[in-house]
């Protein structure tokens, strides 16, 4: 299917180091909406613009993209032993999706699918979103509770959660995307742009030959 639709969905994420703020007891997430113009007189016309215009994921052209930032602060406390005081860990989402300039410009079934289709790309990026805040959950559980000797060892123990936990989550992404490629071939709005490949309009052969047909009888006439 993504040969054919050029369909991609994906996520990025950095993370960056353990830093010395303190900050609030729960991971704290931000979402952007930024959308991008597509434009079309039909679902064949929307889905070439949106292959022009529509973010890359991993250099693969996509309908929709979402990227993470996140950060974490904290202090690496030392009394008897070693923990992480006032850990937090942050996400700021963007998620980029498609905006039709003009859906006047389509047919009533053409706008229905469309505004379907729209809907779909809008949940599927939302769940990856969901997904990260629940890695990122994972995280600052995980991190709050860690203790060591020397805090040069807690803070190995977070990268090594970090690590694992960022591993895990792409494994769920992977999964997730693989689940919504099969539901994506079925999409109506996709159906509608497959549609003139597997439903070519005939060429009129019948049409031309009776006009040929024609031509040759009015030439007898005048022999």
Same mark, same amino acid.
């Given at each position: $299917?993504?040969?054919i639709?050029?369909?991609?969905f994906g996520v990025a994420?950095?993370?960056?180091?353990?830093?010395?703020?303190t900050a609030q007891?729960a991971?704290?997430?931000?979402?952007?909406?930024v +959308?991008y113009k597509?434009?079309?007189?039909?679902?064949?016309?929307? +889905?070439?613009? $949106?292959?022009?215009?529509?973010p890359h994921v991993?250099?693969?052209?996509?309908?929709?993209?979402?990227?993470?930032?996140?950060?974490q602060?904290g202090?690496?406390?030392?009394?008897?032993?070693?923990?992480?005081?006032? +850990?937090?860990?942050?996400?700021?989402f963007?998620?980029r999706l498609?905006?039709?300039t003009?859906?006047?410009?389509?047919s009533?079934?053409?706008?229905?699918r469309?505004q379907?289709?729209?809907n779909?790309?809008?949940?599927?990026?939302?769940?990856?979103?969901?997904?990260? $805040?629940?890695?990122a959950?994972?995280?600052?559980?995980?991190?709050?509770?860690l203790?060591?000797?020397?805090c040069?060892e807690?803070?190995?123990?977070?990268?090594?959660i970090?690590?694992?936990?960022?591993?895990?989550?792409n494994?769920?992404?992977?999964?997730?995307?693989?689940?919504?490629?099969?539901?994506?071939a079925?999409?109506?709005f996709?159906?509608l742009?497959?549609?003139p490949? +597997?439903?070519p309009?005939?060429?009129k052969?019948?049409?031309?030959?009776?006009?040929?047909?024609?031509k040759?009888a009015?030439?007898?006439?005048f022999?």
């Open positions: $299917m993504r040969a639709i050029g369909a991609a994420i950095a993370f960056s180091s353990l830093g010395p703020e007891a991971p704290a997430f931000t979402t952007k909406y +959308y597509v434009s079309g007189d039909s679902a064949v016309g929307i +889905y070439v613009s $949106m292959l022009k215009r529509g991993k250099g693969e052209k996509a309908y929709a993209a979402t990227s993470a930032e996140s950060s602060r202090k690496l406390e030392l009394t008897n032993s070693c923990r992480i005081i006032d +850990y937090q860990y942050s996400v700021d963007t998620i498609p905006k039709l003009d859906e006047t410009a389509l009533a079934t053409a706008r229905n469309w379907q289709f729209s779909f790309l809008k949940k599927h990026e939302e769940t990856h979103r969901a997904i990260w $805040m629940g890695c959950s994972e995280i600052e559980t995980r991190v709050r509770a203790r060591g000797r020397t040069d807690v803070d190995e123990k977070a990268q090594r970090r690590d694992e936990v960022q591993n895990a989550c494994l769920k992404h992977v999964a997730f995307d693989a689940a919504e490629q099969k539901r994506l079925k999409h109506p996709v159906k742009v497959l549609a490949l +597997y439903s309009k005939p060429v052969i019948t049409t031309l030959a009776t006009k040929k047909r024609k040759s009015a030439a007898a006439l022999n």
